[in-house]
């Protein structure tokens, strides 16, 4: 389930390029022409998988603030004001910063109470003019494409009192570095889905390669239970999946254990959103040649049968194909 509901949006702009801001005074019409586009970047920021939680105090400047965001309507723009000047304050002095809107979004997530805080930082386009009968091109800055992702966000649910955040690394003292938690929010950060799963990918592999559990398809056994879970709808804790994987070889379990817990990923960690396919199978071979195909159809066998040959090389065998699409 992955149910958005938006209550209300105000939408603010920060002008970088000539030091400026610009407050709206009353909420966005969400109406035929536009909603499609807010519910897309909604969506995109709360389910992204880059999204990481940071863990702060119930005193904490975001807390106190949500909780004033959800209490009227002149609150909420009062917050949104404040936050929106800290935004360009600390903007301001990042070189490389670009012009942006920042929308303020009052909404509920499979039943929760969130409010996110989405800057949607401009992009530059080339655009044809005709200025004094010469055609030429130029660039101009536009929003981004509704299904491009969020850079920058900041999202609380209100009711479980978490905090949330997408960074964007920009150019600070000559090194490429976030600001936004540094600088500003301070909280402990914990694992985004992204590197939680890049962390079990690791583990799993290192154990197969050590302990040979599974004949090389510890991977695409890890996504295909991945997968499973996902598609009833039950909780994905990378631990418990990686044990489940493993689970014919009770040293790589226990080994298995102890490494993801020293990389950050405990007994009630979740998965909850993932980028790219999960349901697909890459091999890679030594000579840059790449095959994909479904996981069902590599941990089967079905169409495609690995041949070691007697001076140790591998030969890939595709068999029972009914056409061949040169694309």
Known sequence: MNTIIINKILMHMLDFEHRKIFHSASFVDLNETSIDYYRKKVEKALNSPVMKELTVGSLHEMMLRSEKLIESDEEFIKQANEMTDKLFALGSVIEEMPNSNVLFVDCYKNGERHVAVLKLNYRMIP???????????????????MGAAVDEAIIMNCDQKQLFLIEKKYTIDGKPDFYLNPQWIKGEEKLTDK???????????????IYNVNDGKALPLMKQEIQEKMESNQPVKPLEIVKKVLERDYQAQEESEVMLKDLGIGEEDQIKALAGAIDTCKLVLDDEIEVRLPIEEYLSGSHLEKVKQPDGSFSIILKDINEVVVK
């Open 127 to 145: 655009m044809s003019v005709v200025e004094d009968g010469i055609v030429r091109i130029t660039k101009q800055q536009v929003l981004p494409m």
């Open 195 to 209: 590197q939680k799963f890049s962390t079990m990918k690791k583990v799993i592999k290192k154990m197969d390669d």
